[in-house]
């Protein structure tokens, strides 16, 4: 890609201090998103499922979770409810990455404590977007 279309960050995030969860159980598309936001200067971790992901969150130090909907072991929305739970990730940032949109799974994701909801397919220009609102 071109260096002039890569999609930057808006100029009042700094990426290299955001820490992403990023939360894909579709390898190919978790690695993609892994580089495309690694290019753009964020830490980025992979959790595949609800467990690991739990687990990452718990032990680590994250700023955002972006976390996908249907997992193997679970639902990202079980997953995120549960991590506000926890007196320590009870101010966790999430944005659900979901194939649902409806205004019903938008509510739902934000009743259970996601900042922002983006549908599939993902647009990079829009996901940086939301991460520099959610973030910023």
């Given amino acids: 890609m071109p260096e002039s279309s890569v999609p930057q ?13 990023l ?4 390898e190919d598309s978790a690695r993609a998103f892994q580089i495309l936001l690694r290019e753009r200067g964020f830490v980025v971790q992979i959790a595949t499922d609800v467990h690991s992901a ?11 979770v972006l976390c996908d909907i249907r997992l193997p072991d679970g639902s990202g929305l079980d997953l995120m409810r549960g991590l506000h739970e926890e007196p320590r990730l009870s101010n966790l940032k999430g944005i659900c990455i979901s194939a649902l949109g409806m205004p019903d799974d938008i509510e739902t994701s934000s009743q259970v404590g996601f900042s922002a909801h983006v549908t599939k397919p993902i647009d990079i220009h829009r996901l940086l977007g939301v991460i520099e609102r959610v973030c910023g």
């Fill in 9 to 21: 960050p808006l100029p009042s995030l700094d990426p290299h201090q955001v820490r992403i969860l």
């Fill in 23 to 26: 939360v894909e159980d579709h």
């Fill in 54 to 64: 739990s687990r990452l969150a718990r032990t680590g130090k994250f700023d955002v």
